[in-house]
């Protein structure tokens, strides 16, 4: 099955019984042109005489974020703004053909268009997610593409990309050197991957194997150390592994709020340690990294 063949196989997820009537809602969404404001919080400033916050709660949980609509504040699990304000001075997408794999809602994508990219999209499978991403973009009304495809599409997509954000998926990957191969050849010839996943402290080329879970997460399956993860890379056919940042996640970052269902960063710990999950492993940290495809 090629790609279009694809796309039309699942533009059918859009008539599932809990994703029609969110679609609905938004095709009745009142239409003008709103003042949109790219910040920390993305802000949509306007009127309605429609009930803004009721439509966005019949599409919870709301994970990426934040918004701000009108007068309704999307106080998202993540406060995303963190992460990627942490990365922003490492990127410029001036001009460049942005892709960003696993974009949820796209509160990232949101944001890039500050820095002028030639053109954005978004990858990720989830109907609910792109129904997220469609009830905010009614207003932003911007030129994002999101393609409810995975990365292991990606190499076969129509463009290649000169810069790919791959933020908090690897680690649900049970094969996370294939999956950083797709992202490789993703890539037009000089391009930069911008990736981040857990990981362990640790000098030895090795990595975590939960048995069951890890805080919580059944589908995560490999936390590695930074010099097994630089491994990964280079036998993906990376040339060029910087390390960025790293940092522990904190209930500032990520908490439980009235717009989610279920649990959240606090119920994942151990509540009498919280350097460790509820399983006994070492608590989720991040390593944020840079990859370069080399022109060969």
Known sequence: MNLEEIRIDRQKWMTWKNIKPLRDAIAVLEDANFEVELGDVVKIKGESTQNIEDIARTMMPWRKGPFEIFECLIDTEWKSNIKYNLLRKHFNLKDKRVADIGCNNGYYLFRMQEDSPKSL????????????FDFVNHFVKSDIVYELLGVEHLEFYEDKFDTIFCLGVLYHRSDPVAM?????????????VILDTFYIEGDDEMALCPKSSYSKIPNIYFVPTIPALKNWCL???????????TSVTDAD?????????GQSLEDF???NDNTKTVEGYPAPARVYVKLIKDKK
């Open 121 to 132: 999209v978004g990858f990720d499978p989830s109907p609910l997610y792109k129904t997220q």
């Open 269 to 271: 710990l151990d509540p």
């Open 235 to 245: 036998r993906a056919g990376f040339s060029s592994f910087e390390v960025l940042e």
């Open 253 to 261: 970052e990520q908490r439980k709020t009235s717009w989610i269902e």
């Open 180 to 192: 950083l191969k797709s992202l490789f050849r993703g890539l037009d010839v000089e391009g930069e």
